[in-house]
């Protein structure tokens, strides 16, 4: 009898743990990566770069928000914010109050779908069965009629207030110490509101260095930025796959990026030119499937240094 049913039971068990630790405890194991990209100008001193991404706050989640304010101690030249800031449309002060030391900083930022529209329940069984094409996985689903309504301005209005460039479908500029730096960004690619037309032409030459941000890193906008020039794009939305399968990887990106670029630093040529891309695994988790696996939240310190 203990034969005929301890493996199942020992099976079960084991699943059973490994979801209590996807939900309960991996969600909050919060930390800070950091990566060296070598894509300034000869002479330019580095610049040390913090990106936070997918923070999908919900009210009451006390220890993310002194998180990340306690980021504010690493004191970054900049800080960009690659979108999804929200799950909970009730959360926008919490959101704000956990970023407020950053926005002591100067700073950039585009939004997610998250950002201007409210998750939906969804069985997360169907994650397991979707592609890295398109399809869309934990963290969200495109609006549809009906769909609950973000209060996003008064996130855009603080942020601008703070000095924070908004890149949505536009260009900007910063000066920091180390120089003048062009930034050009795009609207959330996911929910087809990227518009490349409106800022195609490549880095502002009279600037030291640039850099492109966008939130979904969808090919099409990836392979415009690298064929124009930029030798840098930041973006977020993957979650890095939020569940992954130790020594395999994730299975899904929620976008059509190819899984083995769901997370971290790696290389896309468009144009017969070639740009490095960063895409954060993010902090948080849409309200409805809040776990993750193999993928603890992060926020990424990049420190960008002379190019060979």
Not at 33 to 51: A, D, E, H, I
Request: one cysteine or more.
């Amino acid at each position: 009898m203990r034969a005929r049913y301890g493996l199942p039971l020992g099976i079960t068990a084991l699943g059973a743990a490994c979801a209590g630790y996807a939900v309960a405890v991996e969600p909050r194991l919060f930390r800070l990566r950091r990566v060296t990209v070598p894509v300034l100008p000869p002479g330019m001193r580095p610049l040390r770069l913090l990106q936070v991404s997918d923070i999908h706050m919900v009210s009451g989640q006390r220890r993310k928000q002194r998180w990340l304010q306690s980021l504010a101690g690493l004191r970054p030249d900049l800080v960009v914010n690659t979108g999804d800031n929200l799950s909970d449309p009730e959360a926008v002060p919490e959101l704000l109050d956990a970023l407020g030391p950053l926005m002591e900083f100067p700073g950039a930022y585009v939004f997610g779908s998250n950002d201007y529209y409210g998750p939906r329940p969804r069985n997360p069984g169907r994650y397991l069965l979707e592609k890295a094409s398109g399809r869309h996985g934990l963290n969200g689903n495109p609006p549809v009629v009906g769909a609950v309504h973000n209060p996003w301005e008064p996130m855009r209005d603080t942020f601008e207030a703070a000095g924070w460039v908004g890149l949505t479908n536009t260009r900007g500029r910063l000066k920091l110490e180390s120089g003048d730096l062009a930034l050009t960004g795009l609207d959330d690619p996911h929910i087809k509101r990227d518009r490349y037309g409106e800022v195609a032409g490549g880095p502002d030459p009279d600037a030291d260095a640039s850099l492109a941000v966008v939130h979904a890193p969808y090919l099409r906008a990836l392979d415009a930025f690298a064929a124009d020039g930029y030798p840098l794009i930041l973006a977020g939305h993957t979650h890095g796959g939020q569940l992954r399968i130790p020594f395999y990887g994730a299975l899904v990106t929620n976008c059509d990026l190819d899984t083995a670029r769901v997370q971290g630093l790696s290389a896309h040529h468009a144009g017969g030119h070639r740009a490095y891309l960063h895409v954060s695994a993010g902090c948080g988790a849409n309200r409805y499937t809040p776990m993750r696996f193999a993928c603890p939240p992060e926020a990424t310190l990049l420190t960008l240094t002379e190019r060979p």
